[in-house]
């Protein structure tokens, strides 16, 4: 035996006698000065060979050759596996000329032999015994060789009935599991992961013989992280470069990746091991090679259950339709759908009555992000009303703390697309709660002409209730930021004490604000009613009369106060008219 991957075949004949008269050929290389008695045909190529050899240690050649004529001596041999090259070593197997079997060709040989029938009953230790005692000794040791060895099995077909690809497919996993537990006894290995070392080597295996492959490792509890990592390295190397609609090989890949997938652990979603931006990759490839619909919902799920991770650009997923949008927004819709399932799941699962800050943290950041999707979408101007609604109403409404992101999403899509009835832009702006919007987003409203009539109605009477509460000191409970349900839904209560108490301060400095400058306003109404007073005439009584019905009307949303001045201002008008009657 040579090295721990050759195995040496001692040789039972003499030297080779070589002569420069002699022609390089395999059958001169043995024996040059006794001429051959048979001729082989291995797929067109002819061996000149001699029949004892042969008929000693194969139990096919030996029936063949009995079956000869007397006139022939040329027997052909049809698909031997591994062709010329192989059969080349078998013969010297039978002379005796020794040559190492390698992880490369001991399948070959493995087949050759049982195709020869080279079985211990014609010859102790026949090339049968050689090659399964090399795959048991060295090969399924190994690691490394039992990679090889399975990537040959790929061109050997009759490999499978010799079993050869499942004992290797066994040895790859118990490897892997083996090294796995050295590495979490190891105190040098301890913090790595040793199995990344295989990742590699396993992308050069086709993909039935991979999958075969992942399939043992987790049967055998190898760690799912691994696991995932392997998955994601082969994806890579596999689908690099264009991804072609009709190839067969790319969706046979993608729908094994899905199929290969480790199940997540029940309630811990967002901690998946699953890499989210794989996911979406692959959900993106399999969009355009269309793999099955079982396949692409699966990957729809798992996505979904980890939704609050996502970014934007993960979203974007183009329409492979011509006719239809730029982005599939049918599929998100489905994603958000299998969020929106898990997060009812885990209300049922914590109760009503516990503490369920992490499910509702969760659907606000998705709030967040839809937001900001319908945003990006809503310019597309083949997007359908029915679509872009959908993402709307799919969503719970205390899902958002502000509504100025889906405020921005709707005046965008009004004006992408101005030829909407009346009737459907009502039904738009129904979606947008006038109350949670910021200051900045109301004035926006109240000068957007795209907008029905109705809805700038609305946002000014919410921001005229909003500064009367404000000046009448009545926004210290914050209940205009939230309406009532969405507190308790939305946040738990150390977040909305929290927010609230952040609201007040706000409101508290807008009142002070609004205060000052009230306080300016009476000022300059005293100074240029001292000054008029000082004047005489109709004239300076007539203008400071419609000067203080102005400052009245500036007064609107404070009832006390424009009562104040309206008082204020007869009683100048009545001193006034007695003084011109006398």
């Not at 590495?183 to 070392?197: A, I, Q, V």
């Not at 998955?231 to 899905?258: F, P, W």
């Amino acid at each position: 035996m040579g090295s721990d991957s050759t195995l040496s075949l001692p040789s039972s004949s003499p030297p080779c006698n070589n002569r420069s008269s002699v022609p390089p050929t395999f059958t001169t290389r043995i024996f040059s000065d006794v001429a051959g008695d048979i001729i082989v045909v291995v797929d067109g190529e002819s061996f000149l060979l001699h029949k004892f050899p042969l008929v000693a240690r194969s139990g096919k050649m030996r029936k063949m050759v009995r079956d000869l004529k007397d006139s022939s001596s040329m027997i052909e041999l049809r698909d031997f596996p591994g062709g010329p090259s192989t059969f080349e070593l078998t013969m010297k197997f039978c002379y005796g000329i020794n040559f190492d079997i390698t992880a490369f060709n001991v399948v070959s040989l493995r087949c050759a032999a049982g195709y020869l029938e080279m079985t211990e009953d014609y010859k102790e230790q026949n090339l049968i015994f050689r090659a399964e005692n090399y795959l048991d000794q060295i090969v399924f040791r190994s690691f490394h060789e039992s990679v090889l060895v399975l990537c040959s099995c790929e061109t050997q077909e009759i490999a499978e009935t010799y079993e050869i690809p499942d004992r290797c497919v066994e040895a790859i996993a118990m490897n892997a599991c083996r090294k796995q537990l050295v590495s979490g006894l190891s105190e040098e290995l301890k913090g790595r992961d040793c199995l990344e070392m295989w990742t590699e080597e396993l992308s050069a295996l086709g993909i039935d013989y991979y999958a075969q492959v992942v399939s043992a490792m987790a049967r055998l509890s190898v760690r799912s992280e691994s696991i995932v990592a392997s998955l994601v390295h082969y994806a890579k190397t596999s689908l690099k470069g264009i991804i072609d609609r009709n190839c067969q090989e790319q969706r046979k890949i993608v729908e094994a990746m899905v199929n290969l997938l480790p199940n997540d652990e029940k309630g811990s979603y967002s901690l998946s091991i699953i890499p989210l931006g794989f996911l979406f990759g692959m959900l993106k490839v399999g969009t355009i090679i269309d793999i099955e619909i079982s396949c692409r919902l699966e990957l729809e799920r798992r996505i979904g259950h980890q939704l609050e991770t996502a970014s934007l650009d993960d979203l974007l997923i183009p329409s492979v339709q011509n006719e239809d949008s730029m982005y599939d927004v049918d599929t998100v819709h489905r994603i958000l759908t299998f969020f929106l399932e898990r997060i009812e799941e885990e209300d049922e699962e914590c109760g009503y009555d516990s503490d369920s800050t992490g499910q509702h943290s969760s659907l606000l950041k998705v709030g967040r992000i839809m937001d900001a999707y319908l945003v990006e979408i809503a310019p597309d101007p083949y997007l359908s009303l029915h679509k872009f609604t959908a993402i709307i109403e799919t969503l719970p409404e205390h899902s958002r703390i502000v509504d100025d992101g889906i405020y921005r999403a709707i005046d965008m899509y009004l004006k992408a697309h101005p030829l909407l009835t009346e009737e459907e832009r009502k039904k738009l702006c129904n979606f947008i709660d006038c109350k949670k919007l910021s200051q900045e987003a109301s004035n926006h409203v109240a000068q957007n002409d795209r907008l029905p009539v109705q809805m700038v109605v609305r946002v000014l009477y919410t921001e005229q209730l909003r500064l009367k509460k404000a000046l009448s000191g009545d926004s210290e409970e914050g209940s205009w930021v939230l309406p009532s349900g969405v507190q308790s839904r939305a946040v738990s209560p150390r977040d909305t004490y929290a927010a609230l108490r952040r609201e007040n301060r706000e409101l508290k400095l807008e009142i002070s604000r609004m205060r000052v400058r009230v306080s300016e306003l009476e000022k300059e109404h005293n100074l240029m009613k001292h000054e008029m007073m000082e004047k005489s005439g109709n004239n300076g009584g007539t203008f400071l009369t419609s000067l203080s019905k102005g400052i009245g009307r500036i007064a609107t949303f404070g009832g006390e106060n424009r009562q104040k001045v309206n008082r204020k201002s007869r009683s100048v008008s009545e001193r006034k008219s007695s003084r011109s009657g006398r």
